[in-house]
């Protein structure tokens, strides 16, 4: 993994978190704040993938957090809650070809007949959408579970 | 005493309305719920009860000798985060004093949603599709057939959805639309990559909202509601993959298994 790697990973997630920020209609003035966390979130899951080697589902966990914990600050200045801008940041890392060949294996073992190699493929997919979906629900809620127990963030 | 009881009911219904207007518009259940009491709380009522349904949401208000409760049908109106903000800046407000139990229905109600404007939300969702389609490696034809594909589709994600149709039918029909569009790359030979160029131009499909939504709310202790929009995701997904499916097959190509 190369800097440069690095720097087109971060430039290519920007570029979704902020279109799909446009489609949720989030306010100009804080798309920036998409694009930011969509660079940082799916830039820190490369590289804690590519250089440390860590599964795919912790690294999300990780980097959902770091951008939750980032938002915060943002959200504080924005005096807005932080979801307004994380989940669209969290959009370019939601395991969407896996969660539609999950249910295009089940769609086929309807269609083609049952097969092991369909099967696998299905639970496979399956498990990786889950525990992906779970890393990122669960990262974007960590300062909420961890620090802000009993009071508000906004 | 009886002179309270107009103030309550007031009071109930901005809440009911504040909690409800972040409900339509793609809100977790904790934020609509800490809305609704804040709102409620800060205007003086001495308890405030949220109960969260799938299609509903019921608000009770309560002072020191009478308690009023109110339903509110939720109808969804899309994802619109600058409405998120606005509501809860009223919230804010009150909270600091600086709006009555008048002007905060004033404000409420004048929040004119934002929306930008249709073409650049194309333009916009077809870049980012591309972008999804090179984080995959495909090439540059491939990124380029991604982008027609699913700015296509999402313009008419928009022309069905300002039809009412419902999101079902119109995930089905995008998808086919955008699948069917990638598929000429296959077809045609356009490329190294076109088949991950069918894969990218669906993902302005996946249900990322709902999904994110429905495992936040079931962390945080609202089951049901977590339930409700796990398997709405699911039904989006599977109506999508519908739509993927029968392209596949009127264009005999099999890009995914």
Known sequence: MS???????MLLAAIPAVGFGMLFNVPPQVLVYCAIGGALGHGSRFALVQALG????WATLLAAGLVSFVGIYAAQRLRAHPKVFTVASMIPMVPGIAAYTTVLAIVQMNQRGFSDELLKTAVQSGLRTFFVVGALAVGLAAPGLLFYRRRPIV | MRSEAPRLREINRLCLQAGLQLMQHGAESALVESVARRVGLALGATRIDVAIMANALTVSASSVDDTITRVGRNEDQGINMHILIETQRVMLDLEAGTLNLE???????????FRYPRWMVVVAIGLSCASFARLTHADWTGCALTFVASALAMALRQVLGRLHFSPLVNFFVSAFVATSIAAQGLIYHW????????????????PGVPLIN???DMVKGYINTGISRGTLAALLALSTCGGIVLAMTVWKVWAWI
Do not use: H, W, Y
């Not at chain 1, 800097?3 to 990973?9: C, E, M, P, R, V």
């Not at chain 2, 002007?103 to 949603?113: G, K, Q, T």
């Open chain 2, 214 to 216: 429905s495992v936040s």
């Open chain 2, 191 to 206: 490329g190294e990559t076109p088949k991950v160029a069918m894969a990218a131009s669906c993902l302005l499909l996946v």
């Open chain 2, 103 to 113: 002007s905060a229905f004033a404000r409420l109600n004048a929040i004119v949603p």
């Open chain 1, 3 to 9: 800097i440069i790697d690095l720097a087109q990973d």
């Open chain 1, 54 to 57: 860590m599964p795919l589902e």
